[in-house]
């Protein structure tokens, strides 16, 4: 069984690193369930098989909400962006652009694990958002 979702040697990087990885992994195989339920729903006529797919399709989203929750909650920086992109009313691209402009970038990474208990949300106050 291969293990693609390394781009550096597995056995270099650090237990957090991989655990990190292996939920970035499950991320995008949630999001990929959740698209192929979409274009299954789409097409299906029995009223009975939408009915357990629409099912289906739930778990798949509570998932991917599950798999997102603990990125952010290890990755401070991603998390607040996101706070400055999700559940906003308005342009999408103008918040993720002003969410990105006033995230904390202390060393220029997005490091797993690299943040404290703040999320130093405070610059985003008065930003129009």
């Not at 959740?34 to 098989?49: F, M």
């Not at 798999?67 to 691209?93: C, H, K, N, Y």
């Not at 990105?100 to 985003?124: F, K, N, Q």
């Amino acid at each position: 069984m291969g293990f693609d979702q390394y781009h550096e040697p597995p056995d270099e990087l650090p237990a957090e690193t991989r655990t990190f990885a292996r939920l970035c992994a499950s991320l995008t195989e949630e999001a990929e369930a959740i698209g192929w339920y979409a274009q299954r729903l789409a097409v299906e006529r029995d009223p009975e098989a939408r009915a357990v797919m629409a099912n289906a399709v739930g778990e798949e989203y509570k998932h991917f909400s599950m798999d997102l929750e603990f990125l952010l909650r290890r990755t401070p920086r991603w998390r607040e962006i996101a706070e400055g992109v999700l559940f906003q009313d308005g342009d999408i691209v103008a918040h993720g652009e002003a969410a990105e402009e006033g995230a904390d970038d202390d060393d220029g990474a997005a490091a797993v694990g690299s943040g404290g208990p703040s999320l130093g949300i405070g610059s985003l106050r008065g930003a129009g958002l």
